[in-house]
């Protein structure tokens, strides 16, 4: 499923066009809002560019206090989908400011603003959306305690409210410890190239059917198939819980090539030191163990492997 989501990004990227207006039409029992996306310069021709520019100037054209768009939540939602998929395809710091975009401007009308940060929290912090991109949703949060009024406290429905973990923990940037991790298959020489290597954390479950097709992925994926044939990627795939009689039964269905590991004390879960909202979950991390990637999606995961491995080439 992920798979086709992650794959209408560029059919969007390819087939944006002018609309004649981003404004709802009257209502007349047959007649739908369109929303206008920007059309991609015929000069730009490299993928990473097309992106960029999508995601710098997908709201161009929206008029954020139009109230009108309300009456029509679907289209609407649609527009968010396409951009929510497009935005981990622009570089990141673009990504990120072109995220607190849409919630900055909708402040000009408050039942707007209300609904943008909602469905922003309903797709990019809620554990079950295929969407789900903490990273993304960071921004989201900052812009709502910048520029809500003196006073305000609202926070969205979807969020880390009390109880909940904020965002940033364990996100990409900081060093995570992995000595609560027990790995009986790994002999001495693939700790060490562990220790030296890129390193992916699965975290998953036995039986898991997302977990089976992350998996099932990574087998078919020529980028990560060659990083790990050239040591130059470690996958470590971590088990949480402390059923090891299921872990073992499914042990023999990991990949030869990766790290097959488990929480012999459970202290992942005991002592929250990685951020598992959901499983499976996805972590990438440098040679120094720093986070570059925190819940991210395999295809995502697997483009930023490719884009540095070609970086590393060139260099």
């Given at each position: 499923?992920?798979?086709?989501?992650?794959?209408?990004?560029?059919?969007?990227v390819f087939t944006a066009c002018n609309g004649t207006?981003?404004?709802?039409?009257?209502?007349?029992?047959?007649?739908?809002?369109?929303?206008?996306?920007?059309?991609?310069?015929?000069?730009?021709?490299?993928?990473?560019?097309?992106?960029?520019?999508?995601?710098?100037?997908?709201?161009?054209?929206?008029?954020?206090?139009?109230?009108?768009?309300?009456?029509?939540?679907?289209?609407?939602?649609?527009?968010?989908?396409?951009?929510?998929?497009?935005?981990?395809?622009?570089?990141?710091?673009?990504?990120?400011?072109?995220?607190?975009?849409?919630?900055?401007?909708?402040?000009?009308?408050?039942?707007?603003?209300?609904?943008?940060?909602?469905?922003?929290?309903?797709?990019?912090?809620?554990?079950?959306?295929?969407?789900?991109?903490?990273?993304?949703?960071?921004?989201?949060?900052?812009?709502?305690?910048?520029?809500?009024?003196?006073?305000?406290?609202?926070?969205?429905?979807?969020?880390?409210?009390?109880?909940?973990?904020?965002?940033?923990?364990?996100?990409?940037?900081?060093?995570?410890?992995?000595?609560a991790i027990g790995w009986p298959t790994a002999p001495?020489?693939?700790?060490?190239?562990?220790?030296?290597?890129?390193?992916?954390?699965?975290?998953?479950?036995?039986?898991?059917?997302?977990?089976?097709?992350?998996?099932?992925?990574?087998?078919?994926?020529?980028?990560?198939?060659?990083?790990?044939?050239?040591?130059?990627?470690?996958?470590?795939?971590?088990?949480?819980?402390?059923?090891?009689?299921?872990?073992?039964?499914?042990?023999?269905k990991m990949p030869a090539d990766w790290i097959n590991?488990?929480?012999?004390?459970?202290?992942?879960?005991?002592?929250?030191?990685?951020?598992?909202?959901?499983?499976?979950?996805?972590?990438?991390?440098?040679?120094?163990?720093?986070?570059?990637?925190?819940?991210?999606?395999?295809?995502?995961?697997?483009?930023?492997?490719?884009?540095?491995?070609?970086?590393?080439?060139?260099?």
């Open positions: 499923m992920k798979r086709c989501i992650y794959c209408l990004a560029w059919l969007l207006s981003s404004r709802p039409t009257a209502a007349t029992g047959t007649s739908k809002p369109v929303f206008n996306k920007p059309e991609i310069p015929l000069t730009l021709t490299d993928r990473q560019a097309q992106a960029d520019f999508m995601v710098e100037h997908y709201w161009d054209k929206f008029d954020f206090s139009d109230t009108a768009w309300l009456a029509a939540p679907d289209a609407l939602e649609q527009a968010l989908v396409d951009f929510f998929v497009l935005l981990p395809y622009a570089g990141r710091e673009l990504s990120t400011a072109s995220m607190a975009r849409p919630i900055r401007q909708s402040q000009a009308d408050t039942v707007m603003f209300r609904y943008f940060v909602e469905k922003a929290g309903h797709y990019l912090w809620d554990p079950n959306s295929p969407y789900r991109n903490e990273e993304l949703y960071i921004p989201v949060l900052e812009t709502i305690y910048w520029n809500l009024p003196n006073g305000s406290i609202w926070l969205p429905a979807h969020g880390p409210n009390t109880g909940s973990h904020w965002p940033k923990k364990t996100g990409s940037g900081f060093r995570q410890p992995i000595s001495g020489a693939r700790c060490r190239r562990f220790d030296r290597n890129t390193c992916c954390f699965f975290f998953n479950n036995p039986g898991c059917t997302a977990c089976s097709e992350i998996i099932e992925h990574s087998n078919q994926s020529p980028v990560i198939r060659a990083l790990l044939r050239d040591d130059r990627l470690t996958v470590l795939a971590v088990y949480p819980d402390q059923d090891l009689t299921e872990w073992e039964k499914y042990r023999d590991g488990y929480d012999p004390e459970t202290l992942l879960k005991d002592q929250d030191i990685y951020d598992l909202k959901a499983i499976p979950t996805l972590y990438l991390l440098d040679s120094e163990k720093t986070v570059l990637l925190k819940d991210a999606d395999i295809h995502i995961i697997e483009r930023f492997l490719a884009q540095h491995a070609l970086n590393s080439e060139r260099n």
